[in-house]
Structure formats: C-alpha cells, structure tokens
C-alpha cells in the first residue's frame, strides 16, 4: 500500500485544505506537490468566512494511499490547518469556465451550442460575430460532457478555473435534501 | 578572541524586555531568552546590524570559514546536546551555503535555527547585490522557513521558529531578516509561550497511546519478535532510551537499530543486535528476514533499511511506530501503524507488557547467526592484505581508547560504515552522522558544534579523505576558537565507497575514484595544530593516545590499506537476503 504503488487504481480525489493566508503558503503547498511528485488535475485558492484563512481545494489523481500521502504531507506545512479528503463525503462541487466557440453556422450548429450550455449551468456572454463567448459553472463532469459538445462545434479558446468543492453534512443537514447543484452526495 | 572571553552561560528563562531596541538587538534577545550560547556564522552586509550588537549578549559566537560549516556545526551543536543549534549568515551566497547543511537537518529531523540577513525590503525583487530569494529556496530542505518583514514581528518569529524546530517531528527553521528590519526600533516583547499563533503546527497527542493494546497482543501471539529502533527514539528523549531497554527486558524481544539509531541500546546489552540495512550486520539482516514481527519504532523503514520493499522481512506482520503520520505506510506495508511519539508508546507498552520468558529458539538462532558474523569482515589484528592498516581496527581502537563514552561524528561513505559498525557505542546521542542526506564534509564541522555543545563528553570526528577535504576549512575555526576535536581522517588516498561500486557493480571501471589529497601532517603544520600520521598496525594505539593527550584541536591521517571494501554490502536493487560479504582466504 505504498503510494509508490503504480498499478493501483488511479482515481480522482478532491482534498479541501484550510490554510492561513500568509505570503507563501500558495508557494509551499504547490512546492510540497511537486517535490513529492503528486500529480495535480488542478488548485484553487480563496478567501474564507473567516478573516486570515484560505481554502484551498486541490484534485489529485491517484490510488488510496497516494492520496493519504498528499494529505499527510500537506498536514506537515505549518500554515496548513486542517486537510479532508472530500472524495468520498457529501460535497458541493462547482467549477467554473470561459470559452469562446464559433459562431454557429445555422440554426442545429446553434442548439447545439445552446444544449451544451444548457448541460453545464451555461451563460451566453456575447455572441458577436467574430465568436460567441460563454460561461459554464457546473461540476467538473458536466463542464467536460458540454466541453465535447463545443469542441464539435469549434471550440477557439478555453479557460477552466479549477474545482471548488465544500464539504456538506452534518453541520449543513438544514440544507434541503434533493440535489444541489454539484451536490454529489446524490 | 573576544568570542571566548566574552562566554558566559545562557540566561535562564525569558527576559521580557519591552523598551524599544533595533531589530537586530530584539533578535539577539530573543535567542538569549530561548537559551542560545553558541552561534556559528559568518558576517556580511545584510547581517552586520546583528555583528555590531552581538557582544552585548551572552552567547559565544563561533567564525566558521565557510557557511556550511556553520550549519553542520549547529547541527552537531543540536545532535549532542537536544537544544536547538543556530547558525547565522548573510544573505545571497552566505544564505545559500547554508543549504546543504539545512537539507542534512531536514533529512535527519534534527532541530536548528538558521537566520539570515537579506536586502532592506525596498529592495527585495530587484536583484539587488546579494539578494537572493533564500526563503523559495529553503522551503523543500526546512520544516519551515519565513521572512520577516516586520521589526515588530521579530521577537515572535523568533520565538515560534524554535517552537516549530522543536515540536513533534522536530526540523531546521530558517528566518530571514531584510537589513532595515534588523535596524529599524521595535518596543515588541519576548512573547510569553502560551501567545504563539501556530494553530497548523503538528502537536503530537501526548500520553497513553490505547493501540499499544494491540501491540502487546501481537508480542504475546509473537515467536519470532524483533524491534527495529531509529531516530526517533533518542529524539523523544533519554526516558525513551531508558523505556526502550526495560521494553526489551520485559517482553524479551531483542533490538536492532538504524543508522541514526546507534545507541538507543547499549551495544553489550544480551538483547542488543546492532546495526541493520545495506551495510549492517549480517545476523541482524538475517532476523529482519525470519522474524514474524517486526516492531519499527522511531523509523522511517527507508531503502537503506530495507532494500527491495516487496522481500523485505517477508515472514513478518509489520509494526510502525512513528511521531510523523506520514511516515506510516509511506515506504513499507503496515500491519499496525501507530502515530505516537516513541517514549510515549514504549511507556504505554511497560505498563501492558506482562514478565515474559525469553524465547529461546529465536534467541539462540540469532546467536548462532551472530557468532558467524561478528567474524567476518573482523580483522583484529589491524592488518589487511599485506599487513596493511585495516580501517575497522583503526575505529575499534578509538572506541576503546575513549572508553566507548566519546562523542563520534562520522562522514559519508565506507568511513561512516565502518564508524557504526566498529566503534562499540554505548549510550545515546554519542553517534552523529549525516543519515538520510548522506552528506560528505559533514563530520568536522558538526563534531565542532558537538563538542560545544558537549563539552564533557571528547569529540572524535571520523572521516574520509574525500570528505575530510569538502570542509578542511573549518580546522582554522577549531583551532583559532581551540575546540578539542580530534579528527580521523581514514584516508585510502580513494572516494572508497566509490571505488567499492565501481569494483562490485560497475565491473572494475574505476573512474574518478583516485583521490589526491594534501599531505595532512603538514596540513596541520600549516594550521598550527596537531598532526599525526599512521602507517601500521602497531602504531595506532600509542598515537590514538599521543592525540588524546593533546590540549588542543588533533588530527590523526590514518593511512589505509589501499582497497578495503566495507562488508556484508546489499547491491543496489537488492532485498536484505542478497547481501554480498567478503571473500576471505
């Protein structure tokens, strides 16, 4: 069980880390991930509801114990507070992403933008004729099933932001119980 | 030397001085107040506000000639004694030389302070003369390493920087101080312990540890038991020292060690095994193997201990002991992991642990094993091939000289080997060597700190030529600041662990491994301390005692047999099964 295991199941986990935001703890965690090799889909960093602490939502690919490792070592840094590994809890998740795609070419070229958009909490920004650009703002999967909609449908420019996830349980069970968006405990 | 005249012990217990002071002056305050006598460093621009208040203050400041000397001395300075060593330089180069001997720190756990001066802040990001970004480059080699931008903040950073280095897993700390803070006046006080704001700093959960429940039971159901004892044990303290051998007695399991782990358990101890891992004793590789438990305390089971992982003590269920979570699981598979500190799971283990009888048959295997090995590689009568001086003898006899009660800090590579396995160690905190980093230029610089810090225990620093030539600088420091080491220096005129991979992995294609050197009778000469040198077997007694005898700094040039291997030997990609020993006529 060794995370030096490569046969393992490589997996996508999603770690919330609590940090105390100072100048550098950005710097020390993304060195920590790099010295050690762990590899990172992506990081996200922002404020809190606590002044002085930021969050940090970090996805990681790897087996079990690769992402035991990630959180042990990040619980090592001394401006890191708190790690959870959110992988396999009720959470919130959401990203977010700009693009800009063609303009549509007729009317299916069009429902097919629109159908994508509609897949991934989409927005219309602007649909000049030179392209039309757009916002989607939905779980990391569902940005990736309307991201190989647009592709078909000339996908120029793409900016994503990273997960943010936020753990959901018992100190949020006032919350409605049907399916959030993003809520992945569904 | 002012630096020694002016000496005088550290203050007890903090002073709350609250009148405004430069940085620099709060600096030196807070050190005295955290117990700081000693500190190794070197001036320069960005630290000379420090050097103009530095003799106000009781602590000894020791002028290294290189800064790495300066953390490897505070290093050894922190190895001998369990205070916190602190080493100083200034910024750009000076900060940078003190890289390796922080990675050292790092690699070891050893807790240091390292400070060093940078630009004024108005100029921080533009490449201003000798500014260097120390803090980016520290952040892998520290536990934690910080600028302090305000002059108001430097009696805390001070402050939680030994806080940090000390807690839990202990590690080296580096502050670094822009010019102007350390001049502009602050009224900020040595902050009372229970005002540190560091809510991310690992504390270990200290008392019973419960799941020593479960380990009693494993060494109850056990036939074959053994614990494997390292570093963190004498980290913990000399009570987990102290609880490990009434731990062995009780439960009668015998007790192997780590590199860093000589001297957990008095070597002439019946449950005592020694030395384990790639170049270890023979017996005790071989009960790693056989054993059906294997109790790991205060270890990171890392490849020098254990070879290739998947054949590495496959017989047994696999106990890990160790202060740092990451560490369980990281290198080995975990029957049992327990995150506790060393003392405190031993104290939990007394007072489970019934009387148990010895186990017979696994101790009489060991013995049979052990008898075998102590007699290989053992060449008693100081001779090697042709009679030529044999580097196990030469380390045996410096144990002996000194009673086995010397501090002994070795180097890197067949000295260091050879150091652990012959020297015959008896207590904790007597063996300091560069573990995990494998650092060569470490022996001299930290037997220097030792010694300081140790002043009642003599200090040998064993020694390659190789090695020996990366720091010779610092014989200026011991001998302007009359530190009495006495240096080894086992010199085969060879990088001897080199030329020992060369000849057994890389077919005989020796490249590099010829080493020429100075001549270092006359090196000594030239220093203007003692220098002695060795050809033969029959000499090494009367000299070791000729450098004993010295008030002074010694250095003994031991001249070696010209291709003395270190055996048994693990080959690399090897598990503990394959060691290779010596052929023997």
Redesign the interface.
């Known amino acids: 069980?060794?995370?030096?295991d490569r046969t393992a199941p490589q997996t996508r986990h999603v770690v919330s880390a609590l940090?105390?935001d100072r100048?550098?703890t950005l710097?020390?965690v993304a060195?920590?991930l790099r010295?050690r090799s762990f590899n990172i889909d992506s990081l996200t960093v922002g404020s809190t509801q606590e002044a002085g602490r930021s969050r940090m939502t970090i996805v990681v690919r790897g087996d079990e114990?690769h992402t035991?490792?990630v959180i042990?070592?990040l619980?090592?840094?001394?401006?890191?507070?708190e790690v959870t590994d959110l992988t396999h809890r009720p959470r919130l998740e959401l990203e977010l992403a700009l693009a800009e795609v063609e303009p549509p070419s007729g009317p299916k070229a069009e429902a097919a933008v629109r159908e994508a958009m509609a897949q991934a909490g989409g927005e219309l920004l602007a649909t000049n004729p030179d392209g039309w650009r757009l916002r989607l703002a939905d779980t990391p999967d569902r940005i990736e099933g309307a991201l190989q909609i647009l592709r078909r449908a000339g996908l120029r420019s793409l900016v994503r932001a990273g997960s943010v996830a936020m753990a959901i349980g018992a100190a949020t069970s006032s919350e409605p119980t049907a399916p959030q968006l993003g809520d992945s405990s569904a | 030397m002012n630096a020694v005249a002016a000496y005088q012990p550290a203050v007890a217990g903090p002073a709350r001085e609250t009148g405004p002071r430069i940085g620099a002056r709060a600096l030196c305050e807070a050190l005295v107040a955290h117990g700081t006598d000693a500190v190794f460093g070197y001036p320069g621009g960005a630290v000379l506000p420090i050097y103009d208040v530095l003799r106000e203050f009781p602590m000894r400041h020791v002028l290294v000639r290189h800064e790495q000397g300066a953390a490897h001395a505070a290093d050894g300075y922190s190895r001998a004694s369990g205070r916190v060593g602190v080493a100083m330089a200034t910024s750009g180069p000076g900060a940078i030389n003190l890289v390796t001997g922080l990675a050292t720190a790092m690699m070891d756990s050893v807790p240091m302070l390292a400070i060093t001066g940078n630009v004024p802040r108005a100029m921080l990001g533009r490449d201003a003369f000798q500014e260097t970004d120390i803090?980016?480059i520290a952040?892998?080699v520290t536990?934690?390493a910080?600028?302090v931008m305000d002059p108001d903040e430097v009696p805390m950073a001070v402050a939680e920087a030994f806080e940090?280095a000390r807690t839990g897993?202990p590690g080296p700390v580096l502050l670094d101080f822009p010019k102007d803070v350390l001049q502009l006046e602050t009224s900020a006080p040595v902050p009372a312990p229970h005002e540190l704001r560091?809510?991310?700093?690992?504390r270990p959960v200290r008392g019973d540890v419960p799941e020593a429940d479960e380990l009693v039971d494993l060494i109850a159901r056990a036939e074959r038991p053994l614990i494997l004892s390292g570093h963190g044990v004498q980290i913990s303290g000399p009570e987990a020292v102290d609880l490990l051998r009434r731990v062995a007695e009780r439960a009668q399991v015998p007790v192997a060690h780590t590199l860093l782990g000589i001297g957990n358990l008095d070597e002439t101890h019946p449950l005592s095994l020694g030395y384990a891992g790639m170049h270890g004793w023979m017996h005790v590789n071989k009960a790693i193997q056989h054993c059906d438990l294997l109790i790991g305390i205060g270890i990171r089971y890392d490849d020098r201990i254990t070879g290739k992982?998947s054949t590495f003590a496959p017989r047994a269920k696999i106990v890990h002991v160790d202060v740092?979570?990451?560490e369980i699981?990281?290198?080995?598979?975990?029957d049992l992991g327990i995150v506790a500190d060393a003392g405190d799971l031993l104290a939990a283990l007394l007072r489970r642990l019934p009387e148990c009888t010895p186990r017979h048959a696994w101790l009489a295997q060991i013995e049979e094993w052990r008898a075998v090995s102590l007699n290989r590689s053992w060449h008693g009568s100081g001779g090697w091939r042709h009679g030529r001086l044999s580097a196990d003898y030469v380390v045996a006899q410096i144990g002996e000289a000194s009673e086995h009660q010397a501090t002994l800090v070795s180097d890197v590579g067949q000295n260091q080997m050879w150091a652990a396995r012959y020297f015959g160690f008896r207590r904790p905190y007597a063996h300091l060597s560069s573990g995990g980093l494998g650092t060569m230029g470490y022996a001299v610089p930290a037997a220097m700190g030792a010694a300081l810090a140790e002043p009642r225990h003599e200090t040998w620093a064993i020694t390659g030529d190789g090695g020996f030539q990366m720091t010779q600088q610092e014989l200026a420091t011991i001998v302007s600041e009359q530190i009495p080491i006495r240096i080894a220096v086992l010199n085969n005129r060879k990088l001897g662990m080199i030329r020992q991979w060369q000849e057994l992995v890389y077919d005989g294609n020796y490249h590099s491994a010829e080493l020429f050197g100075p001549d270092l009778v006359k090196l000594c000469e030239a220093y203007c301390m003692a220098g002695f040198r060795v050809h033969r077997p029959e000499q090494v007694p009367g000299v070791i005692a000729a450098a004993r005898a010295e008030p002074g700094p010694a250095l003994i040039d031991f001249q070696l047999a010209d291709e003395q291997n270190v055996y048994p030997m693990m080959p690399p990609g090897a598990g503990l099964s394959e060691l290779i020993d010596e052929e023997r006529g």
């Not at chain 1, 619980?75 to 507070?81: P, T």
């Not at chain 2, 699981?329 to 975990?334: E, I, L």
Request: net charge positive; glycine share 8%.
């Open positions: 069980m060794s995370h030096a940090v105390v100048p550098g710097n020390r060195s920590l010295a114990a035991h490792q042990a070592q619980e090592r840094l001394v401006d890191v507070l | 803090v980016g952040l892998p536990k934690h910080r600028l940090i897993r560091l809510p991310g700093l690992l992982v740092d979570r990451s699981g990281k290198n080995v598979r975990t």
